[in-house]
């Protein structure tokens, strides 16, 4: 199969990207490591608080959201990380047992003006929970190898005219 | 110790928030349960990467800031979460056996809108390594009790005129 390439994507795709059940021992665990907020690690604390039950960290879900990438997506394409992410909003809380799925949309693409072999691709991603609710969305404009090089940027009045 | 609360921040404010030592297996630990690439797993795969070597995972280096926060910052205040996150930049590798650094800097502070017991916090926190470059800088702007709720606040005319 041939790998995604930064000249495949187009603004206005959609791809769904895998499901996974949340459990309630993961929600747990990420929380003990990383977040250990009553809300995210004690049903019966949690139970007090504005959602009135155990919920999954946010950071949690990120992580979770970059796991059914690396599965699902990453290692069908030329993907090179990204130097950061623009935005993360958390719109409503994962609970353990919940089925979610992960939904990419091609937002724009474009050349970068360093490297020639190299295009951003800049992606709204959301996770929905099993009746299609967003329950997170994340903007990132990740780096990808280019299939056809752009051999004239770098050379005099064209590059200069780059946008 | 009184608890810190919306009113206690100030824009212009910085605040040290601990520091950790960041181990090879904490890293490819990470890596293989939220972001198993090669630069993040394998020592010998990631020589031939771009950082020339093992890096952390940009996920874990958000990870590693929510849990100084929370063992630093977050015990102390009135910490309410955050809706999302406003941007991240990874802006250079964290390596095995680095020692890392929290930054906190107050940027703004705004009462909400809609609850006149809470309070937003915009914060830019980094982590900083040991010759304290930055590598990490994250910007959000979480919610904190009010230790006067603002009494005016949705009382016909003085409600309608907030910004």
């Known amino acids: 199969m041939s790998r995604l390439h930064w000249e495949d994507f187009t603004p206005g ?18 929380a003990a490591e990383y977040d250990p907020q009553p809300m995210h690690l ?4 949690a139970r007090a608080n504005l959602f009135g039950g155990l919920i999954a960290s946010g950071w949690h879900s990120c992580c979770i959201l970059m ?8 290692g069908h394409a030329s993907f090179m990380g990204a130097p950061g992410v623009e935005e993360v909003n958390w719109l ?3 609970r353990p047992g919940e ?11 474009r050349a970068s003006r360093s490297r ?12 929905v929970n099993a009746t299609d609710q967003p329950v997170m969305t994340l903007i990132v404009s990740p780096m ?3 299939r056809a090089p752009d051999s004239a940027r770098g050379r005099g009045p064209k590059a ?3 946008r």
């Open 13 to 30: 795709q959609i791809a769904e990207c895998g499901s996974r059940l949340i459990t309630r021992a993961e929600i747990i665990a990420f």
């Open 42 to 45: 004690d049903e019966a604390a």
């Open 67 to 74: 796991r059914m990438l690396s599965d699902d997506f990453i």
């Open 92 to 94: 409503a809380p994962i």
């Open 99 to 109: 089925r979610i799925k992960a939904r990419a949309t091609v937002l724009e693409t």
């Open 116 to 127: 020639p072999d190299v295009g951003f691709v800049k992606f709204r991603f959301e996770l």
């Open 144 to 146: 990808f190898g280019r």
């Open 160 to 162: 200069a005219s780059e």
